[in-house]
């Protein structure tokens, strides 16, 4: 059972910085890859980035690589989403998730990039 729960999303001018933060509760977080999907409106969900078990391999997709940064602390269950830089298309819900589909996946947190 996922047991995901993001935090930090709200609402940002473009150019501005937000971090999100997931709290694993399932039990084997210093096990797993996490991963940052999105769903903007209207739209399938998108992979942002993903980061391995020990927090030394980091991915992301072209359209955040530069202005994201993904991090763990696995002492905290926790994995996070530094954003920069924000545009108008990054306004979307931002999932944790334990597969980079996005299938077992948090709640969400909403991010809007708004002037």
């Known amino acids: 059972q996922v047991q995901l729960v993001e935090s930090g999303g709200g609402l940002v001018q473009p150019g501005g910085s937000l971090r999100l933060s997931c709290v694993d509760s399932g039990g084997t977080f210093n096990m797993d890859w996490m991963y940052w999907v999105r769903q903007a409106p209207g739209k399938e969900i998108e992979w942002v980035s993903g980061?391995?078990?020990?927090?030394?391999?980091?991915y992301y997709s072209d359209s955040v690589k530069g202005r994201f940064t993904i991090s763990r602390d696995n002492a905290k269950n926790t994995v996070y989403l530094e954003m920069t830089s924000l545009k108008f298309e990054d306004t979307a819900i931002y999932y944790c998730a334990k597969d980079k589909k996005g299938d077992l996946r948090g709640q969400g947190t909403q991010v809007t990039v708004s002037s």
């Open positions: 980061i391995n078990s020990h927090g030394n391999g980091k």
